[in-house]
C-alpha cells in the first residue's frame, strides 16, 4: 500500500514494538501493532480519533498495560509496566491531557517525581537553578515562579517537557501537542524538537494534522482501527495517501446514492456563525450553512476542526458568540440552551453517547424517554404513562433489531451499536423537523452502523432536514446530498457527493498549503 | 428496509415474568448491601458490649423485647419509626437528585420551634389548629432548605457545607430564643417552653402510645415520592440528574429547577418532624428534643438506598432500633446514646459498601448476555 | 476595660483547639479528603486524654494516649474512605455518631461516673518564668499550657510542611491533581492516610486541651467545636494561614462574647457567627475549592 524508501544497513531502532495488542472490553484499541522508530528521528504517528495512537503510546510510556506483545528499547526487550519502568527505560511521555499539578510551582512540577531534598526540606534555590538551566539548554521558556495553574498551555507543555527530559528520557513522546498552543507557540516547540534532536534525543509526535507532518517529520506511522500501516519516510509520502490511509475504511457502507425526492424548502439555516471553544480560542469562524427539508448535509473532515463546536452550538449546548440561526424561517438564535432548541425542533445524536447520550446505570426504558418525557403521549399531565412508554420501546427495539429482554436493564449493559441504536431510536421518534448527527457510527459494529444509516435515509424520506457531521469519509459520502469540508473552523465546499476523495482530502488539510509531490522514479501505490 | 428479526418476538407474559424475575433480582441485589451492613454492625456492637463487660446476647434480647416483645414496645417502636421515616424521606428525596441536605437537624427544629409557637400564642380549634401547625412547620422547613438551594444555584456554593452551617445557625437562634424569652418558668432544670394549647396536641392513635397521625402521613408522603419519582415527568428530571447531569441538560432539563424543589420539599417534611414531635409527642418544645433525626435520616436513606418505599421499611426498622434501647437501657443502665455507636457503625459500613456493592451488582448483572 | 489581657488570655485558650483542629482539616482536605469528622475527633481525644491521665497517672500519659487513639480512629475513617471507597460526608456522619456513642458509653463504664463529668490531670502550666513575668505578653500567657504553644506555632509548622517539605508538596499533588501525582510516581493512598493520621494527631490533642486544660469530661465537651473549626477551614479555603487565622478569630470572637455576656450582647448568638460568615464566604467565593471535591463525591 505505502512505499517506503529502504535506508541502508539499518541500525538498531532505538524503539521497537512488535505485535502489541490492547483491548478495551469488546473494543480493541490496538490489534497486533508493529512499529520501529530509529535514534534521533522525529517519528510521526498519525490516525483518528479512537484510532489507537494514545492507547499505544501509554503503553510505551508505562501508563497502561499491554495485553500481548513486546517493547524493545535499544534492541533489548524491556518490561514496561509502570512510568517508573519507562522513566529507567529513557522514554518520557509528554500527555495530550497534561498530567501537572496546577497548584504547585513551576520547578516544583517539573521535579515532583525527584525533588531535591535535604533532611526531607526541598532545597528550592537547587531546584530552580537547575529547572533554569534545562530550559535554557533546550531553549523551553518558563517562568521562575507562581503557580503552575496561572499560566497558559504553553507553559504547561514546556513544563510537561522538561518533567520528561529530566527523567533521563531519550526518547520523548508527545501526544497532540499543538492541540492547543496558538501558531506562534507551536512554532516555538517545533524549533525546540528541533534541538532536542540534534542532542541526541528521539521524537515519537503523535498527531492528526497532516501540515506537522510534513513540516517536523522525518517517518510517519498511520494507525486506523487500531492497526499500524507500514512506516514511511515523509519525503516519499503525499498527503492525499496519508488521509485516504487515515480515514477510508475496508468495508464500504456505500449504497448508490438516491437523489432527495422533492426540492424542499430550507429548513435550517446558519448565518456567519461564530463561536469559541473550551479554551476559549474561536472554533468556528463565519459558518454560513442551508439545509433543507427531505435532505442530508454531510460535513466531513478531520476531528478538532470545529465539528464538535458546530453540533453543540446549534442544539443549544453552547453559546453563539456571533451569526444568526434559523429554524423553520424563525430567528433561534437568543434561545440558548438545550431545552428551548429541542422545544424550536431540533434534535442531536452526540458524538459523547455515553456521556451526554445516555445515563449509564439508568435503565433503558429512562434513557428512551429523554427529551419527550413532558409531552404526549409518553407523559400526561405530568403523568407518565408506562403503555405509551413501552410501546415506543417497543417500537425502537423491533426496528432496530435490539434484542427485547426487560427494559428496566441499566443501559450499560447493552453493547456500544446497540446503545446507539436506541439513542438514534430516540432521536428520531421525535420527528423533529432537523437533525443533527455527529460521528453517529462510532464505536459501532457493522450490523448497527447499516441499521443506523437506514434510519437516517428514512429520516430524509420523510422530510427531515439532517445535518450529519462525521470523519469517517466513507459514511459521509455515502448518506450526503451535499458535502462540506469543516477545516480550522472554516467550511469548505459544497460538493456533489460523487467527488472524489482527494479533492475532500486537499480541503481537509487546508486546501492552501501546497502538496508534496511524491519523489520521481518511486513506485507509487495504486489509489485504493 | 425492515430487518428480519432474528428471534420471534417474546409473548405478553414471556415479558411479565422476566421484568419480575429482573426485579426479584435487582431487589435481592440492592438487599444485600444493607443487611450485611447490619449483621456486621450487630457483630462489632456486640464485641464492644463485651469489652466492657455486658452480656451482648442479654443486650440483644432486651432490644428485641423492647422493639416487638409487648403491644407496649410495638407502640414505641411505631412512635420512634415516625420521625426516622420522615427524616429518612427528607433525605432521600435530594440525594436523588445528588443533593445533599445535612440541614435536616436545623430544619426540624425550626419546625418544631413554630408549631410550638403557634401552639403557645394563637387560640384556635383542633381542627383548625392542628393543620396550621403542620403546614406553618412545613413552611418554614422548605424556606430554611430553600436558602442553600439558592445559593447553590446562583453562586455554585456547595449545599454540602450551607445546610451545615444553616442547621447550627437555626438551632442556635431557636434554642438562645427558648431559653431567654420562652422558657417555662415551671422547670428550673429543662430548657422548655410551657405546654402548648390542648387543641394543638396531635392525638394519639394507638391507645397506649404517642403514635400519632404523623406515622399515618408519613406513610402517605413516602408512597407519594415513590409515586412522583417513578410516574411523573418531574420526577423523571429529579432521577436522571441524579444518574448523569450531562445527559440531563443534553436532554433540557432544567436542572437548578429541579434542585430547587427536591431541597424545598425535603425541607417541608424536616419540618413536618418537629411539628410532630413538638406538638404531637412531647406536647411542648424541648430543647434538644431531636436524637438526631438529621443524622439517622442518612441512616435511613442509605439503607433504603433512596428509594421512598424501602424508606418506609428501613425507618421502621431503626426505630425498632431506638424503642429496644431504651428498653436496654432501663434493663442495664446502658445509656441511650451507646445505641449511636450501632447507627454509626451501620452508617459506615453501609456507605462503605457502595464501593464494593458496585463489583458485587456488576457480577449479578454481567451473567446477562450481551444481547 | 474589655479588651484586657485577660481577654486575650481567654481568647487563648478557646482558640487553642479550634486552630488544632481546624490545622487538621486543612490538611486533609489538601489532600483530597473532604473531612468533616473534626468534631467526633475532637470528642474522641478530649476522653481519652482523661481516661489515660486518670490511669497513667499523669497528663503526659494522657496527651499520648489521646494522640494515639485519635491517629488511629482517623486512620480507620481513611480505610473506609480511600479503601472501602465511602462516601466521605457520610462516613463522617457515622464516624462522629460512633464517636459520641463510644466516649458515652466508656464515661459510663470504665470512668463509673453517674454525674456524667469526670475529673483528672489538668494539663500543667508551660510557660517559663521570664515570659510570665513580662508586662503584658506575659499575663496573657501566664498559666498557658504546652498546647497552646503548640497552636501559635502550627500555622507557620502547617505552612512549612505543605510549602517545603517534600512530604507536604507530594500531599498536596496528591490531593490537586491526583492522576497526575500518580503519575509521579507518588502513592495517592498513602499520602491520604498520612494526612488523616496528621489530622487525627492534631484534632486528639484539640480534645486533649478541651478536656485536661479543665481536668474535665462531659458529654457534650466539644459543644459543636469541631463544627466551627471546620467552617474556619472552609472559610480560609484550606490554606494553613488563611485558615489559623479564622480559627484564631472564631476563638476571639467567642472569647469576646463570653466577656460581653454581661453587657446584654447575647453570647449563644454570636457564637454562630462563624457559621454565618462561612456561608457568605462560600457564596462569594465557591468555585473552586468544594466543587472539586463533589467532582470526587460523585
Known amino acids: ?528 | 428496509m425492515t430487518q428480519e428479526l432474528v428471534r420471534p418476538a417474546e409473548t405478553a407474559s414471556e415479558s411479565h415474568r422476566s421484568r419480575l424475575q429482573s426485579l426479584l433480582m435487582r431487589t435481592a441485589a440492592a438487599s444485600v448491601r444493607p443487611l450485611t451492613a447490619i449483621i456486621i454492625s450487630l457483630l462489632i456492637f456486640a464485641v464492644i458490649l463485651q469489652l466492657v463487660g455486658y452480656d451482648a446476647l442479654q443486650i440483644y434480647k432486651s432490644l428485641v423485647l423492647g422493639s416487638v416483645g409487648s403491644t407496649n414496645a410495638i407502640g414505641s417502636t411505631l412512635r420512634w419509626a415516625t420521625p426516622l421515616i420522615l427524616s429518612g424521606l427528607a433525605v432521600a428525596l435530594p440525594l436523588r437528585a445528588g443533593l445533599f441536605n445535612v440541614g435536616v437537624e436545623g430544619q426540624l427544629y425550626l419546625g418544631g420551634f413554630v408549631s410550638a409557637m403557634l401552639g403557645l400564642h394563637l387560640s384556635a380549634p383542633a381542627f383548625l389548629a392542628q393543620p396550621l401547625a403542620i403546614v406553618l412547620a412545613a413552611l418554614v422547613g422548605a424556606l430554611w432548605a430553600a436558602i442553600p438551594a439558592a445559593l447553590l444555584i446562583f453562586t455554585g456554593a456547595t449545599e454540602i457545607v450551607t445546610t451545615i452551617m444553616l442547621s447550627a445557625i437555626s438551632v442556635g437562634v431557636v434554642d438562645y430564643l427558648v431559653n431567654n424569652h420562652f422558657r417555662d418558668p415551671a422547670s428550673a432544670a429543662a430548657v422548655m417552653t410551657k405546654p402548648v394549647q390542648a387543641g394543638y396536641h396531635f392525638p394519639s392513635i394507638l391507645p397506649n402510645s404517642q403514635v400519632s397521625y404523623g406515622l399515618l402521613l408519613a406513610i402517605v408522603i413516602g408512597i407519594a415520592m415513590h409515586r412522583f419519582l417513578n410516574g411523573t415527568s418531574g420526577g423523571y428530571e429529579v432521577r436522571m440528574i441524579g444518574a448523569s447531569q450531562s445527559f440531563a441538560r443534553y436532554g433540557g432539563i432544567r436542572v437548578g429547577r429541579s434542585w430547587l424543589l427536591v431541597m424545598v420539599a425535603s425541607g417541608a417534611i424536616a419540618g413536618l418532624v418537629g411539628a410532630f414531635e413538638t406538638n404531637g409527642v412531647n406536647g411542648r418544645f424541648i430543647s434538644g428534643f431531636s436524637p438526631g433525626y438529621g443524622l439517622e435520616g442518612f441512616l435511613v436513606a442509605f439503607l433504603a438506598n433512596s428509594e421512598p418505599l424501602a424508606v418506609l421499611v428501613a425507618g421502621l426498622a431503626v426505630g425498632a432500633l431506638q424503642a429496644g434501647s431504651l428498653g436496654v437501657a432501663i434493663d442495664f443502665g446502658v445509656p441511650r446514646t451507646t445505641i449511636s455507636i450501632m447507627q454509626g457503625l451501620i452508617i459506615l459500613l453501609v456507605s462503605a459498601q457502595l464501593g464494593r456493592f458496585t463489583v458485587l451488582k456488576r457480577l449479578l448483572t454481567r451473567r446477562r448476555a450481551r444481547p | 476595660m474589655i479588651f484586657n489581657a485577660t481577654l486575650f488570655a481567654s481568647a487563648l485558650l478557646v482558640a487553642t483547639p479550634l486552630i488544632l483542629a481546624a490545622g487538621g482539616g486543612a490538611i486533609s482536605h489538601q489532600a483530597g479528603v473532604f473531612n468533616f469528622t473534626l468534631d467526633g475527633l475532637m470528642l474522641w481525644g478530649a476522653f481519652f486524654a482523661i481516661y489515660f491521665a486518670k490511669v497513667g497517672g499523669s497528663w503526659g500519659v494522657g496527651l499520648v494516649g489521646a494522640a494515639a487513639m485519635t491517629i488511629v480512629a482517623s486512620l480507620a475513617f481513611g480505610f473506609v474512605v480511600i479503601r472501602l471507597k465511602a462516601n466521605p460526608i457520610v462516613a463522617a456522619l457515622g464516624l462522629n455518631l460512633v464517636a459520641a456513642g463510644v466516649t458515652s458509653l466508656l464515661l459510663r463504664t470504665r470512668l463509673s461516673s453517674g454525674g456524667g463529668a469526670v475529673s483528672a490531670a489538668r494539663l500543667p502550666d508551660a510557660t517559663p518564668r521570664f515570659l510570665a513575668r513580662l508586662p503584658v505578653v506575659g499575663h496573657v500567657l501566664a498559666g498557658q499550657s504546652i498546647l497552646v504553644y503548640l497552636a501559635i506555632v502550627s500555622g507557620p509548622c502547617i505552612y512549612f510542611f505543605l510549602t517545603r517539605s517534600a512530604v507536604g508538596l507530594r500531599l498536596r499533588a496528591a490531593g490537586d491533581a491526583p492522576e497526575s501525582a500518580a503519575i509521579a510516581g507518588i502513592s495517592v493512598a498513602r499520602m491520604r492516610y498520612l494526612a488523616l493520621a496528621l489530622t487525627g494527631l492534631l484534632c486528639g490533642l484539640a480534645g486533649a486541651q478541651l478536656s485536661m486544660g479543665i481536668a474535665q469530661f462531659t458529654e457534650n465537651i466539644t459543644a459543636g467545636r469541631g463544627i466551627t473549626a471546620f467552617a474556619a477551614v472552609i472559610f480560609g479555603r484550606n490554606l494553613p494561614y488563611p485558615v489559623f487565622a479564622t480559627a484564631a478569630f472564631f476563638g476571639f470572637s467567642i472569647a469576646l462574647t463570653d466577656r460581653l455576656q454581661g453587657l446584654g450582647l447575647p453570647g449563644e448568638l454570636v457564637v454562630l457567627i462563624p457559621y454565618f460568615l462561612t456561608v457568605v464566604a462560600l457564596a462569594v467565593s465557591s468555585r473552586r475549592t468544594i466543587a472539586a471535591y463533589r467532582q470526587a463525591l460523585a
Not at chain 1, 490489534?31 to 494514545?54: F, M, P, T, Y
Not at chain 1, 458524538?351 to 418525557?373: C, E, F, Q, T, Y
Not at chain 1, 432536514?465 to 450526503?480: F, I, M, P, Q, T
Open chain 1, 1 to 528: 500500500m505505502m512505499s517506503w524508501v529502504a535506508a541502508g544497513t539499518s541500525p538498531t531502532p532505538v524503539l521497537e514494538l512488535r505485535g502489541i495488542t490492547k483491548t478495551f472490553g469488546s473494543m480493541v484499541a490496538n490489534d497486533d501493532v508493529s512499529l520501529r522508530i530509529n535514534r534521533g528521528e522525529l517519528h510521526a504517528v498519525v490516525g483518528e480519533n479512537g484510532a489507537g495512537k494514545s492507547t499505544l503510546m501509554k503503553i510505551v510510556a508505562g501508563v497502561i498495560g499491554a495485553d500481548a506483545g513486546q517493547i524493545l528499547v535499544d534492541g533489548q526487550v524491556t518490561d514496561i509496566g509502570s512510568p517508573h519502568d519507562a522513566a529507567r527505560a529513557g522514554i518520557g511521555m509528554v500527555h495530550q491531557h497534561f498530567s501537572l499539578v496546577p497548584s504547585l510551582s513551576v520547578a516544583e512540577n517539573i521535579f515532583l517525581g525527584a525533588l531535591p531534598t535535604r533532611v526531607g526540606v526541598v532545597r528550592r534555590k537547587r531546584m530552580l537553578r537547575d529547572a533554569a538551566e534545562m530550559a535554557d539548554t533546550y531553549g523551553l521558556e518558563i517562568p521562575t515562579s507562581g503557580r503552575l495553574g496561572d499560566y497558559g498551555v504553553g507553559v504547561q507543555q514546556r513544563v510537561e517537557i522538561l518533567k520528561a527530559l529530566l527523567s533521563g528520557s531519550k526518547v520523548l513522546i508527545l501526544d497532540e501537542p499543538t492541540a492547543v498552543l496558538t501558531p506562534q507557540e507551536s512554532d516555538h516547540l517545533f524549533d525546540a524538537l528541533r534541538a532536542l534532536r540534534a542532542s541526541g534525543h528521539t521524537v515519537i509526535l503523535i498527531t492528526h494534522k497532516l501540515r506537522e507532518v510534513f513540516a517536523a517529520a522525518t517517518r510517519v506511522t498511520v494507525m486506523r482501527d487500531g492497526r499500524a500501516f507500514e512506516a514511511s519516510e515523509v519525503s516519499a509520502a503525499s498527503e492525499s495517501q496519508l488521509i485516504r490511509l487515515m480515514v477510508g475504511r475496508e468495508v464500504k457502507l456505500g449504497r448508490p446514492h438516491v437523489p432527495p425526492a422533492k426540492d424542499g424548502a430550507t429548513v435550517l439555516r446558519i448565518e456567519h456563525l461564530e463561536c469559541r471553544n473550551n479554551r476559549k480560542l474561536t472554533a468556528l469562524h463565519d459558518i454560513s450553512l442551508a439545509v433543507r427539508s427531505g435532505e442530508i448535509v454531510g460535513i466531513a473532515g478531520v476531528e478538532g476542526n470545529g465539528q464538535e463546536e458546530l453540533c453543540e452550538a446549534i442544539a443549544g449546548l453552547r453559546a453563539v458568540e456571533n451569526g444568526k440561526l434559523s429554524v423553520l424561517d424563525r430567528d433561534v438564535t437568543d434561545e440558548q440552551s438545550a431545552t428551548k432548541r429541542r422545544a424550536c425542533g431540533v434534535t442531536y445524536i452526540p458524538a459523547d453517547r455515553m456521556l451526554r447520550g445516555v445515563a449509564p446505570r439508568a435503565s433503558i426504558r429512562d434513557n428512551l424517554i429523554m427529551g419527550k418525557h413532558r409531552e404526549p403521549p409518553i407523559a400526561q399531565r405530568g403523568r407518565l404513562q408506562p403503555a405509551a412508554i413501552a410501546a415506543m420501546g417497543d417500537a425502537i427495539t423491533k426496528r432496530f433489531n435490539v434484542s427485547k429482554g426487560a427494559l428496566g436493564r441499566p443501559i450499560d449493559s447493552l453493547s456500544g451499536g446497540n446503545i446507539q441504536k436506541i439513542v438514534t431510536g430516540r432521536e428520531l421518534a421525535a420527528r423533529s423537523p432537523v437533525l443533527v448527527a455527529s460521528n453517529p457510527t462510532r464505536g459501532v459494529d457493522i450490523g448497527a452502523a447499516e441499521m443506523i444509516h437506514n434510519a437516517l435515509r428514512e429520516a430524509r424520506a420523510a422530510g427531515v432536514a439532517v445535518l450529519l457531521v462525521s470523519s469517517e469519509l466513507d459514511e459521509v459520502k455515502s448518506l450526503s446530498d451535499r458535502i462540506f469540508v469543516m477545516s480550522k473552523g472554516e467550511l469548505h465546499g459544497p460538493w456533489p457527493p460523487g467527488v472524489s476523495d482527494e479533492q475532500l482530502g486537499l480541503a481537509m488539510t487546508g486546501g492552501a498549503e501546497p502538496v508534496l509531490a511524491p519523489v520521481v522514479g518511486v513506485p507509487q501505490a495504486g489509489r485504493s
